[in-house]
């Protein structure tokens, strides 16, 4: 046997990860740009301050004053409203999900997706012992829901994971697609991740409105996007109050700690000011998106904070001239695309420049 004694189905493989290289411009991993300001900071510090004098003892189990903060941010973006029992949270969207396998999936189950969909998805899977299927999406990286509800309806999974909007690609999935789904899935549930849902394009609606519809619907968020907050790790979702009680099963106790739910509390005191920016990004997206265009590259149509565009023969080759010129970026998605985070102007200078340079010496 080798050394260490690994998981059979785990010998080989490499840890998921963007490279995390020390480069002037990084628009590789879908970051906010834009930190937060000396308020915000000053409140998140006192806030650490004061459970840091808590700190011998556990957490609130059940983080209710958290779960209460989040039920009225998510209550905005749907008329039906959004209570605090039907919200869960764990450190990061990922972790959520990777709950809801646990929970909900497992040996014998299936989790399904279309591809290009988000690369931890298979990997949840794998790590639950939860069989894997990967559909696909159209040319212009759209669902044809025929052809998603037939193979929903062949496997019967136990979890669909749908991103909306899309990651590698920036697809926003529309509501009839979704509830579509929902019903084709029957007691499978249908999760729509919205880790991207606060850079939607004005009128594109959010699948929280669908709650009240679909007991299987779940719909995830994350703090690391618009909420400018990746590094404090905080996920969440709204869903049936019973599925969120099914994750306090798999849950470790106490697993958001003191100083996570004061520094998410906190955030979401200075929500307008975090999430300020996000109509900058959404027109600089909207600059990028027509400027790739202009130049005459493919570029698949964006409601998030990123954007896919190609098709190069040697993606890598473009990759690696845009790293030596300080800009990272990253290579995801299908042959010959390439996907650029959205940053501030100057960043986003840099990538044009990079870019023109790379393809012109190349040509
Ligand atoms: C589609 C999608 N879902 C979920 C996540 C996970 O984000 P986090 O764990 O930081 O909440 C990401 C991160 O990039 C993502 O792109």
New binding site residues.
């Given amino acids: 046997m080798t050394w260490p004694p690994l998981r059979d189905e785990l010998r080989g493989l490499a840890p998921y990860g963007a490279p995390q290289l020390d480069v002037p411009v990084q628009l590789n ?2 970051e906010n740009p834009y930190g937060p300001s000396p308020e915000c900071v000053a409140d998140i510090a006192a806030s650490v301050a004061e459970a840091a004098s808590t700190l011998n003892r556990y957490p609130d189990r059940e983080f209710s004053e958290l779960r209460t903060a989040l039920a009225a941010y998510l209550s905005k973006d749907t008329p039906h409203g959004i209570a605090p029992e039907q919200v869960w949270a764990a450190n ?6 990777l709950q809801l396998l646990q929970a909900y999936a497992g040996p014998g189950r299936t989790a399904l997706s279309f591809a290009p969909t ?1 690369s ?1 998805y298979p990997e949840y899977a794998r790590d639950t012992n939860t069989s894997w299927v990967a559909g696909r999406r159209e040319d212009d990286f759209s669902l044809d829901l025929d052809h998603a509800r037939a193979l929903v309806e062949e496997h019967r999974p136990a979890v669909v994971l749908l ?1 909306s909007p ?2 590698p690609t920036g697809t926003a999935l529309p509501h009839d697609a979704i509830a579509g789904l929902c019903e084709a899935a029957g007691e499978g549930l249908v999760v729509v ?1 919205e ?2 849902g606060e850079f939607r394009r004005e009128g594109v609606p959010s699948a929280l409105e669908l709650l009240p519809d679909h007991r299987n619907l779940v719909v ?1 968020r ?4 618009a909420f400018a907050l ?1 590094g404090a ?3 969440y979702l709204a869903a049936d109050p019973a599925l969120c009680d099914g994750i306090r099963v798999v849950r470790l106790p106490y697993h958001l700690s003191a100083v996570t739910q004061a520094v998410a509390l906190a955030a979401l005191r200075h929500e307008k000011e975090l999430l300020g920016r996000v109509d900058d990004l959404r027109a600089e997206r909207d600059a990028t998106y027509a400027w790739l265009i202009e130049q005459g590259h493919r570029v698949a149509e964006s409601d998030a904070n990123f954007v896919l565009f190609g098709v190069f023969r040697d993606r890598h080759a473009v990759w690696q001239g845009l790293l030596d010129r300080g800009v990272i970026v990253r290579e995801v998605g299908p042959e010959g695309w390439l996907r650029v985070s959205i940053g501030t102007p100057e960043e986003m200078k840099s990538f044009k420049l990079g870019l023109s340079q790379v393809l012109e010496e190349a040509s």
């Avoid at 990061?92 to 999900?97: I, Q, R, T």
């Avoid at 994350?222 to 996007?225: A, G, P, Q």
């Fill in positions: 991993v879908n990061g969207s990922n972790e959520v999900m988000y931890m991103p899309n990651n991740d880790a991207y995830t994350t703090m690391s996007k990746a790790r905080l996920g």
